[in-house]
């Protein structure tokens, strides 16, 4: 089952520069994506969403471009800060279905350098 | 501000062996749920919860695993009668009914370890 798929495990950016972590899906009934952050020990910490009739949403440092057609979504970080590093993950729901079901990505590991 | 809790933090137990993971969700919130990760692999929903009964349940959420929310502030994962492969970080997570039942709040995790 890969729904959503991060195919980046790992992102190396220097303090100050932007991060740019991708997330690509196939079940086009997905309607709504969120990216998660974790770090070690502890849950996913809900960062950002997006509704499928938007294609971006700013939240501060962080925002989250959505393009349907390609089935891609992207989660750019400005500035990154050494405090960003975590784990992030894409999750994406079927709204319809109001279950609240979320469908993860394996995670993109991130690391921001002084 | 409001958080989930969930202990123990870690659980070690003998295959076959009953367990139950607890979870105190938000108190103003509604949907209830849980997830697991296997070390190196995906979080996987396992199931979804409201009004007392279960919304959606995943393919791994079989007979041996069952939630209740015995009293007005728990929620509870039990797994009758785990197997090596039950091993994983369990999550549970709480949603409030304003907004998204998506935009979900986790615990911090149980660590289950079954030998």
């Known amino acids: 089952d890969q729904q959503v798929k991060q195919n980046s495990p790992s992102l190396s950016v220097q303090e100050g520069r932007i991060s740019i972590l991708n997330c690509d899906y196939t079940n086009s009934m997905f309607d709504y994506f969120l990216w998660y952050k974790k770090y070690p020990a502890e849950g996913p910490t809900f960062l950002i969403s997006?509704?499928?009739?938007?294609d971006k949403n700013e939240d501060g440092r962080f925002t989250v471009f959505l393009n349907k057609s390609a089935k891609h979504l992207s989660l750019h970080i400005v500035p990154s800060q050494p405090g960003d590093s975590a784990v992030y993950f894409c999750a994406a729901s079927v709204g319809s279905s109001n279950t609240g079901k979320l469908i993860f990505g394996q995670g993109t590991t991130l690391q921001v350098k002084p | 501000e409001p958080e989930v809790t969930q202990t123990p933090s870690h659980q070690v137990t003998q295959m076959g062996q009953e367990v139950i993971l607890r979870c105190v969700p938000i108190?103003?919130?509604?949907?209830f749920y849980w997830y697991r990760q296997i070390l190196g692999q995906k979080v996987e929903f396992l199931v979804s919860?409201?009004?007392?009964?279960?919304?959606?349940k995943s393919e791994i959420f079989d007979d041996q695993f069952s939630v209740e929310r015995p009293d007005g502030s728990n929620f509870t994962l039990k797994i009758r009668s785990t197997k090596l492969e039950d091993s994983a970080m369990y999550f549970c997570?709480?949603?409030?009914?304003?907004?998204?039942?998506?935009?979900?709040?986790f615990g911090p995790g149980t660590r289950l370890t079954v030998t």
């Open positions: 997570a709480s949603s409030e009914p304003q907004t998204r039942t998506d935009e979900q709040y």
């Open positions: 997006i509704s499928s009739i938007k």
């Open positions: 108190s103003n919130h509604l949907y």
């Open positions: 919860f409201y009004n007392n009964e279960i919304s959606e």
